[in-house]
T-cell receptor
Framework: KAGVTQTPRYLIKTRGQQVTLSCSPI?????VSWYQQTPGQGLQFLFE???????NKGNFPGRFSGRQFSNSRSEMNVSTLELGDSALYLC?????????????FGPGTRLLVL | AQSVSQHNHHVILSEAASLELGCNYS??????LFWYVQYPGQHLQLLLK??????LVKGIKGFEAEFIKSKFSFNLRKPSVQWSDTAEYFC?????????????FGTGTQLKVEL
């Protein structure tokens, strides 16, 4: 089975621009979560989707948004980019929401904001 | 709100030394607990997890962890480390109240194993 895939892998943007990142979960997985990883803040939860519905949202400004499609693929969008948005954005998928389920992580999209 | 503390930020060991990485969490309800590892240049991989039953769980590559509910701890151990264990290790908690898969991670422990 193919793992979680994320595109693009690397991205360079300038302040004020917007960006869309894509995540394809493992086949059959219906839950997708997004995390931001930075050297200073570590891994922080952004949001989670299950069956096209947002179930949880982390403490990030409204510039960060996401969605999930009927095929479970997910996108996240960051508008009006700031320098502090430079990070590795990780997507994780799991089959559902049952206790004990494992989240499988993708390789991430590394975003650099200049 | 849930939180996770990893006490050791950087650990340097010689090959064959024993390893114990501390992890404490703060959460008032039932939890699932995880240890993930990130090898250089690779993505996060699950080492092991606890969600019920025997509090001593065994994972891949000879790692194990013990859930001590009274201490809110989930420490990771390995009796004899190898150079290939050099990586960053993350403890994570999933609080089950309210549902969802949200993981709260600790700040990570960078382990370097010297030959």
């Amino acid at each position: 089975k193919a793992g979680v895939t994320q595109t693009p892998r690397y991205l360079i943007k300038t302040r004020g621009q917007q960006v869309t990142l894509s995540c394809s979960p493992i086949s059959g997985h219906r839950s997708v979560s997004w995390y931001q990883q930075t050297p200073g803040q570590g891994l922080q939860f952004l949001f989670e989707y299950f069956s096209e519905t947002q179930r949880n949202k982390g403490n990030f400004p409204g510039r960060f948004s996401g969605r999930q499609f009927s095929n479970s693929r997910s996108e996240m969008n960051v508008s009006t980019l700031e320098l502090g948005d430079s990070a590795l954005y990780l997507c994780a998928s799991s089959p559902g929401l049952a206790q004990g389920e494992t989240q499988y992580f993708g390789p991430g999209t590394r975003l650099l904001v200049l | 709100a849930q939180s996770v503390s990893q006490h050791n930020h950087h650990v340097i060991l010689s090959e064959a030394a024993s390893l114990e990485l501390g992890c404490n969490y703060s959460y008032g309800g039932t939890v699932n607990l995880f240890w993930y590892v990130q090898y250089p240049g690779q993505h996060l991989q699950l080492l092991l997890k606890y969600f019920s039953g025997d509090p001593l769980v065994k994972g891949i590559k000879g790692f194990e962890a013990e859930f001590i509910k009274s201490k809110f701890s989930f420490n990771l151990r390995k009796p004899s480390v190898q150079w290939s264990d050099t990586a960053e290790y993350f403890c994570a908690v999933r609080g089950l109240t309210g549902g969802g898969n949200k993981l709260t991670f600790g700040t990570g422990t960078q382990l370097k194993v010297e030959l």
